[in-house]
């Protein structure tokens, strides 16, 4: 499979996944099969929808997928991915938590993804990261390179009780954002003023 096509199976793949990279080893697997550790076997109907999308394309069409269902263990234990990279049968697709991202990649477990943008998309790698929210493309980059496309994230909220507040004379302002940008000390001040510590401790 040539590399247009392996950057075009990622893309695909990203629309339904938290990060894909590409993987520092690959062992054999012929010139039109992909192989792609998935999310997990609670999410295989997922992965299964995705591989079938890429098959409509033209860049899919004459591709196998092979999926694995070999979700990403976090930071906590790396071994399946290190003995498959070190025993030259990694995947060639690899959905990992984001956060993970930085350690694989300076431990040698994914290859940069950079060339094959210059190469492909015709735009510089910065272009093409503009993208994405800039935190998400951040947790992808090691020393300057792109590890892989991120495909999720976060969206918090802060929410607070305005009585609690008032009762312990809590400028509301503070948490108005047309009013006040809150910062992270104020937070914790009036999560201390507002907070009560029994004889325990608790």
Same mark, same amino acid.
């Given at each position: ?106 431990? !040698? =477990? +994914?290859?940069?993804? @950079?060339? %094959?943008? &210059?190469?492909?998309? /015709? ?33 918090? !909220? =802060? +929410?607070?009780?305005? @009585?609690? %507040?008032? &009762?312990?004379?809590? /400028? ?31």
């Amino acid at each position: 499979m040539d590399r247009r096509r392996f950057l075009g199976a990622a893309g695909t793949a990203a629309l339904a996944t938290a990060a894909l990279s590409g993987c520092a080893s690959r062992g054999p697997s012929g010139d039109n099969v992909i192989r792609y550790w998935g999310m997990g076997a609670a999410d295989k109907d997922k992965d299964a929808l995705v591989a079938a999308a890429f098959k409509e394309t033209p860049a899919g069409r004459d591709i196998e997928v092979l999926i694995d269902q070999v979700p990403s263990s976090g930071v906590s234990d790396m071994s399946q991915i290190i003995t498959a990279v070190r025993g030259g049968t990694a995947p060639d697709l690899w959905w990992m938590d984001r956060f993970t991202a930085v350690q694989n990649a300076s431990v !040698g =477990l +994914l290859e940069p993804i @950079d060339s %094959l943008i &210059e190469q492909y998309e /015709d735009v510089s790698p910065a272009e093409f990261k503009k993208q994405w929210i800039q935190f998400a493309i951040d947790e992808m980059t090691y020393e300057g390179q792109l590890y892989g496309l991120p495909t999720s994230t976060d969206a918090r !909220g =802060l +929410l607070y009780n305005e @009585d609690l %507040l008032r &009762e312990f004379k809590v /400028d509301l302002d503070l948490f108005n954002p047309d009013q006040h940008v809150l910062t992270w000390d104020e937070l914790r001040e009036t999560a201390r003023k507002i907070s009560k510590i029994d004889g325990s401790g608790n």
